[in-house]
């Protein structure tokens, strides 16, 4: 490869992606980028913030910033690709990974991932659209996938607050106790100024069709339409819960009559109690605001 053609690449990687089970993706990555000829920066640190403020360091203007890790990699991702202006590349090495399976990466090979990058790399970028949400200190964050606001945000706060047992069995756990505590909460929802408000079980405001390793919560969601697709779920018992839940994978949950799609530019969401997840990240107590950046994102895919 000539130095004409060569990039700068800064590549942050999480250790811990798929809870320790790639922890050599990183170092793969980066040996392959590099014996393509690219001026490779690797970028690994023990807890997410200082990952952040160093990959936010290494950063250039001629940069592209490649994450290798799951959905919380992509986050962090987006949010530094967005705010410095430069493309994004991923490698996708985690439990969730969907933002990569809506961009067609390959999943479960790194060297298929890099494969395609390097592909990508000697094109033009992609663009697509990045949410925006705003909380109520006026802090605004990029996230590309979904916005939780419901029962799976309060199954992750739950989640997060367990010390045992470890990995992801600590979700399965939070997920039993909030299904016995399951009740609809009081939600105030806007759309593009319309109102939405009611007793919902799930909210969530998604610029893509899925999350959580592939929950098309809605599947007809599009990176590059200038909207998002918020889906709302009017009250459930359990076990109707659990019989619309696997119907979730295959998108087909969206038959139900208890199942509300509408699609915006702008929306709020309010409920007492309720701190918002963004792509798996934690991102703030309700309420949220989200508009979109339409294209706001350069993605080598």
Same mark, same amino acid.
Not at 68 to 79: I, K, N, Q, S
Not at 95 to 115: K, Q
Not at 240 to 259: A, N, Q, S, W
């Given at each position: 490869?000539?130095?004409?053609?060569?990039?700068?690449?800064?590549? =942050?990687?999480?250790?811990?992606?798929?809870?320790?089970?790639?922890?050599?993706?990183?170092?793969?990555?980066?040996? =392959?980028?590099?014996?393509?000829?690219?001026?490779?920066?690797?970028?690994?640190?023990?807890?997410?913030?200082?990952?952040?403020?160093?990959?936010?360091?290494?950063?250039?203007?001629?940069?592209?910033? /490649?994450? /290798?890790?799951?959905?919380?990699?992509?986050?962090?991702?987006?949010?530094?690709?967005?705010?410095?202006?430069?493309?994004?590349?991923?490698? @996708?090495?985690?439990?969730?990974?969907?933002?990569?399976?809506?961009?067609?990466?390959?999943?479960?090979?790194?060297?298929?991932?890099?494969?395609?990058?390097?592909?990508?790399?000697?094109?033009?970028?992609?663009?697509?659209?990045?949410?925006?949400?705003?909380?109520?200190?006026?802090?605004?964050?990029?996230?590309?996938?979904?916005?939780?606001?419901?029962?799976?945000?309060?199954?992750?706060?739950?989640?997060?607050?367990?010390?045992?047992?470890?990995?992801?069995?600590?979700?399965?756990?939070?997920?039993?106790?909030?299904?016995?505590?399951?009740?609809?909460?009081?939600?105030?929802?806007?759309? #593009?100024?319309? #109102?939405?408000?009611?007793?919902?079980?799930?909210?969530?405001?998604?610029?893509?069709?899925?999350?959580?390793?592939?929950?098309?919560?809605?599947?007809?969601?599009?990176?590059?339409?200038?909207?998002? #697709? /918020?889906?709302?779920?009017?009250?459930?018992?359990?076990?109707?819960?659990?019989?619309?839940?696997?119907?979730?994978?295959?998108?087909?949950?969206?038959?139900?009559?208890?199942?509300?799609?509408?699609?915006?530019?702008?929306?709020?969401?309010?409920?007492?109690?309720?701190?918002?997840?963004?792509?798996?990240?934690?991102?703030?107590?309700?309420?949220?605001?989200?508009?979109?950046? @339409?294209?706001?994102?350069?993605?080598?895919?």
């Amino acid at each position: 490869m000539s130095p004409k053609t060569a990039r700068h690449l800064v590549v =942050a990687i999480n250790p811990q992606a798929s809870f320790g089970k790639n922890e050599g993706a990183g170092q793969q990555v980066i040996d =392959a980028l590099v014996a393509a000829g690219h001026d490779v920066v690797g970028v690994q640190e023990g807890n997410y913030a200082d990952l952040r403020a160093k990959t936010r360091a290494a950063l250039r203007k001629d940069s592209v910033i /490649v994450v /290798v890790g799951g959905d919380g990699m992509a986050h962090l991702g987006v949010e530094l690709a967005t705010q410095a202006d430069v493309p994004l590349g991923l490698i @996708p090495a985690g439990t969730g990974n969907d933002l990569a399976r809506h961009l067609a990466i390959p999943l479960g090979s790194i060297p298929d991932a890099v494969e395609r990058f390097l592909s990508a790399l000697g094109q033009k970028p992609q663009r697509i659209d990045v949410g925006i949400s705003r909380g109520p200190d006026g802090t605004e964050t990029p996230y590309v996938c979904v916005l939780s606001a419901g029962f799976d945000a309060i199954v992750n706060e739950r989640a997060n607050a367990i010390k045992f047992p470890k990995g992801r069995h600590r979700y399965t756990v939070a997920l039993l106790i909030e299904l016995w505590k399951l009740k609809p909460l009081s939600y105030q929802v806007s759309i #593009d100024g319309k #109102d939405f408000s009611g007793e919902y079980l799930l909210v969530a405001v998604a610029n893509s069709q899925s999350f959580g390793g592939g929950m098309k919560v809605t599947p007809e969601a599009s990176l590059v339409d200038g909207l998002v #697709d /918020v889906l709302l779920l009017k009250p459930l018992g359990r076990l109707e819960f659990l019989r619309i839940y696997p119907r979730v994978f295959k998108g087909t949950h969206v038959t139900d009559p208890r199942v509300i799609i509408a699609r915006g530019a702008s929306v709020r969401v309010d409920a007492e109690g309720v701190i918002a997840y963004a792509d798996g990240e934690r991102m703030t107590p309700l309420p949220v605001e989200v508009r979109v950046a @339409p294209l706001a994102l350069q993605v080598f895919a």
